[in-house]
Structures are given as structure tokens and as C-alpha cells.
């Protein structure tokens, strides 16, 4: 398989018109796998021609998840506006040699169009009215004749899928249907199916990895570099296309917000590792089955086959994300965690006036037990230095809890050495002396007086890792 694909090029083409969604990133992903495999080059092209919606603010931070992810590239970013003249010489050629057309149809009279023919039940296509009018006034957009490539080049138009032929099979769909489309848009910006196949015939891309949204549109492109190489005379080399499944939630329906589909530098802000992502959106589709999710980058890229990949829906899991990143937490030793809480703004700037670093290193295994995220470990690392008092949780005691409350209070404020680290456990053994409550009562009022929190790491642990001088700061402030 190395020798079919010896001097691949591959891109990525995002759009910046929004962050980087799972669903793209996964496309991401699965085209660095496949360079580094077969060692073949990898292309970054933004797609910015849409004016209205692209956006440098996106563009920068794609850019900056791709990095965080561990994504590189060998060239680019290539964007697609610093281009237009090229797209614009080769629309010129297709107009010349009468492969293109103006168009100066309205919205309004293009949408009259298609009602007319969605009531007389016929599938709604233009009808080519301005192919013989080319010398009117005003502004127009750019169409290919659909009719003349039929006439040269047959109404049939296939290829094979690389993700979803396995068997040599092949897709294909009649170009009659089609109607003549739109190559260049009335504000002279190329449409996107036109600036893919001029790029990717001057990148000499040779494989393109996409989502199953672009099956439709790689007909139309399979036209358009046909006509293209035709009339520029080059070398013909069309990319061989794999369309990628789209990405639903648990419940098999489309990603929103609510299960995760929610830009990549959100992830990193609550607090996931990159490695942990990276690895979730590359075992999506089956293409492992004999690597666990929390492997080395460097298994993913030798047992990489590109022919593994289910060309069914892949479901996107946040449950299983979470326990990805939790197996990455709990590989961390305490040097790393505290590397990456620094990196990611989460280790409490305080900290250091309480721990020294043998002692963090204490604090910071204890704080990682159980965490699914970084933020987990912040949220732990907060027992330890946090002397503002959530009150509110001293609501529901009961007076037993109360007369414990205050008998603790009175011992930590004149001697909190005696409650924290080796003396925890002389202190539980005075327990009975101190309170006549027993099991989940005592314990749980215990974890809210020395933690200020209900839940969290086993209280023998905390304590034992806990400075004296925030416990005694903390009970201090109880009211």
C-alpha cells in the first residue's frame, strides 16, 4: 500500500467562519495519521471566499487548536483569498472557450423558478435561460455548462470511495439532473466547488479525506477538473476522495452543544488533555481495534490503515472522552500535572505560599485521584488553599453536627498541627471523645469542616497532605 501512495498530498481545508468543531478536527486527524503513515505531505488551505462570514479571529484560532492538538503541516496556511486572481484567469478560460456562462438571474426569479417547477413536481435544476443572452448590463454570476460537458464527456460521472468502496464498486450519478451551477458568484468571489478544484489541482493534491456532506459535491469537481485539464493542457490527476461518516451524539442524533459539539479550545478550557482528545476523535470509526485509547501518538501512526475506517456514522461519545482524558490524567506523574496546570492557567497562584514542592507533589497526587479533567484538579487543588467558605453547606447539620462543628473549631484554632499530617491519625482515634456520631454523619460533617466541600479525594488523604495554616484560616472564618 506504501507504493501506491509514495509522494501523496493531502490538505485540510477548513473554513473560518466558527471554531473548530469535533467533526472537522476529526478530519484533521484522520489526514495527519494517513501523512505520517505514508509519509506524504500535508497542505493546510484556509477557505476563506465567503466575505460575509470568514473571519480572522476563526482563522487564528483553528490554527491554534490544530497546534494544541499536535497537528502540523508541511505547508501553508495557503488561503484561498489571496487567490483570486487565479480563480478568476481560469473562470475567464471556461467563459472563452464556452465551457461557462454569465448569469444575470435575480434570488427572486431564480427562487420563482424552482417553485414553478417544485409545484409541476419536477426536481428543481436552472433552466439555462441566460446561456443565450450574454450581452446584457448589470451584475451577474458564473455558470458551468452541465449540458456540454454531458454532450463531450457522458452523463455519467463515478468514482470509487476510498472509505466506502471496498470492494471496487463505485459511485456515480447523472450529470442531466444537475442544472448548470454557479462557479463564480455576482460578488467575483469563486463558489466553493470551483476554488477547491483550482487549488487542488495547483497543490497537485492526490488524496482528499472529507465528511460524507461533500459526496454530492465532488460530482460537480470530477466535472470541473475534467473540462479544466482539457483546456489547460496539464498533467490529469483528479484526488482519489474518501468521504469520512458524519459524527452523532449517543442518542444518534446530530452534535449540538449539549454532547459535545462545541469548538476544540472549549475542550481545552474544560480542562482535557490534547493527547486525550486526539486520541478520541482517531479511534472514532473503528480503524484500531487491537491499540487502547490512552496509546502512544506513535502506535496510532504505525497501525494507521486508512482502509479500516466504517464508512457507517460514528457515535461521539463525551462519557467515553472522559474517561480517555481521565487514563492520561492518572499516566501524569505530579512534574507533568503541575507542567500543565501552569500551561492551562489552573494551578492556584496561592499555592506556593502553603506547599513546598515536596509537599505539592503530595497535594497534587492527591488531587488528581478521580479526576476527569483539569479542572477536577483545580477544583481539588482548592481544598487545599481556599479560605473563602461555601456557609451554605453547614444548612442542613443537625445539632450533632453542630456541637462537632464547634469542639473541632476550638481544637484546630489553638493546635491545627494536631489534625493534619501524621497526627490525623491520633486524631481519628480520639474521635469517640469527641463526638458521639458514627459513620456516613461523621464523616461527611468532617469533609465539609476541614474541606469546605461535600465531595472530593478519600478526607484521610487530604489531611494527611493538608497545611496546618489554611485549615486554621478556614475554620477561623466559620461563622
Not at 102 to 130: F, H, I, M, N, V
Not at 135 to 148: L, Q, S, T
Not at 297 to 312: G, H, M
Not at 421 to 440: A, I, R, T
Request: proline share 4%; net charge neutral.
Amino acid at each position: 500500500m506504501t507504493d501506491v501512495i509514495k509522494g501523496a498530498r493531502l490538505r485540510f481545508a477548513p473554513s473560518p467562519t466558527g471554531g473548530l468543531h469535533p467533526g472537522n478536527a476529526r478530519i484533521a486527524v484522520f489526514n495527519w495519521l494517513f501523512c505520517k503513515k505514508y509519509n506524504a505531505t500535508y497542505v493546510l488551505r484556509i477557505e476563506d471566499t465567503d466575505l460575509e462570514r470568514s473571519n480572522q479571529d476563526y482563522e487564528k484560532s483553528i490554527i491554534s487548536d490544530l497546534k494544541w492538538l499536535g497537528i502540523t503541516w508541511d505547508e501553508g496556511p495557503v488561503r484561498q483569498s489571496e487567490r483570486l486572481e487565479r480563480y478568476n484567469e481560469l473562470c475567464s478560460l471556461l467563459i472563452e472557450k464556452g465551457w461557462a456562462y454569465k448569469c444575470w438571474c435575480t434570488d427572486e426569479e431564480l427562487d420563482a423558478e424552482r417553485a414553478a417547477q417544485l409545484k409541476a413536481g419536477k426536481p428543481p435544476r436552472y433552466s439555462g435561460k441566460c446561456k443565450k443572452e450574454q450581452n446584457k448590463n448589470g451584475e451577474y454570476a458564473i455558470r458551468f455548462d452541465v449540458d456540454r460537458f454531458v454532450a463531450e464527456f457522458g452523463a455519467k460521472i463515478e468514482f470509487t470511495d476510498l472509505i466506502r468502496n471496498k470492494n471496487g464498486e463505485k459511485l456515480s450519478q447523472s450529470a442531466k439532473g444537475m442544472g448548470d451551477f454557479v462557479i463564480m458568484k455576482r460578488t467575483k468571489t469563486p463558489t466553493y466547488n470551483f476554488a477547491v478544484v483550482v487549488d487542488d489541482m495547483d497543490m497537485k493534491i492526490t488524496h482528499v479525506f472529507r465528511g460524507e456532506d461533500h459526496i454530492s459535491n465532488t460530482y460537480r469537481q470530477i466535472m470541473l477538473f475534467e473540462v479544466i485539464h482539457k483546456l489547460t493542457g496539464t498533467e490529469k490527476l483528479i484526488p482519489a476522495y474518501g468521504h469520512l461518516p458524519m459524527l452523532l451524539a449517543p442518542d444518534r442524533t446530530k452534535l449540538s452543544k449539549r454532547n459535545g459539539g462545541i469548538p476544540i479550545y472549549e475542550y481545552r478550557a474544560n480542562g482535557y488533555l490534547s493527547d486525550a482528545v486526539f486520541n478520541h476523535l482517531a479511534f472514532l470509526g473503528g480503524i484500531y481495534w487491537d491499540l487502547t485509547e490512552d496509546g502512544a501518538r506513535s502506535d496510532l501512526v504505525n497501525k494507521f490503515d486508512y482502509s479500516n475506517a466504517a464508512p457507517s456514522a460514528c457515535v461521539y461519545d463525551l462519557a467515553k472522552l472522559e474517561s480517555v482524558n481521565s487514563m492520561f490524567i492518572t499516566k501524569k506523574d505530579t512534574t507533568e500535572l503541575k507542567s500543565l496546570l501552569i500551561q492551562e492557567n489552573l494551578l492556584p497562584k496561592d499555592i506556593a505560599c502553603f506547599y513546598d514542592d515536596n509537599a505539592l507533589e503530595g497535594v497534587l497526587t492527591v488531587s488528581k485521584d478521580g479526576a476527569k479533567t483539569l479542572v477536577d484538579i483545580h477544583r481539588a487543588l482548592e481544598m487545599f488553599i481556599n479560605i473563602d467558605v461555601e456557609k451554605s453547606l453547614f444548612d442542613n447539620f443537625s445539632e450533632e453536627q453542630k456541637e462537632l462543628f464547634n469542639k473541632v473549631k476550638t481544637l484546630v484554632s489553638k493546635t491545627p498541627e494536631n489534625v493534619t499530617g501524621n497526627k490525623w491519625k491520633e486524631f481519628k482515634l480520639e474521635l469517640p471523645n469527641v463526638s458521639d456520631l458514627k459513620g456516613g454523619k461523621l464523616w461527611k460533617a468532617l469533609r465539609v469542616i476541614f474541606t469546605g466541600k461535600e465531595f472530593g479525594p478519600p478526607l484521610d488523604n487530604i489531611m494527611f497532605h493538608m497545611s496546618p495554616k489554611v485549615l486554621k484560616t478556614r475554620i477561623d472564618r466559620y461563622v
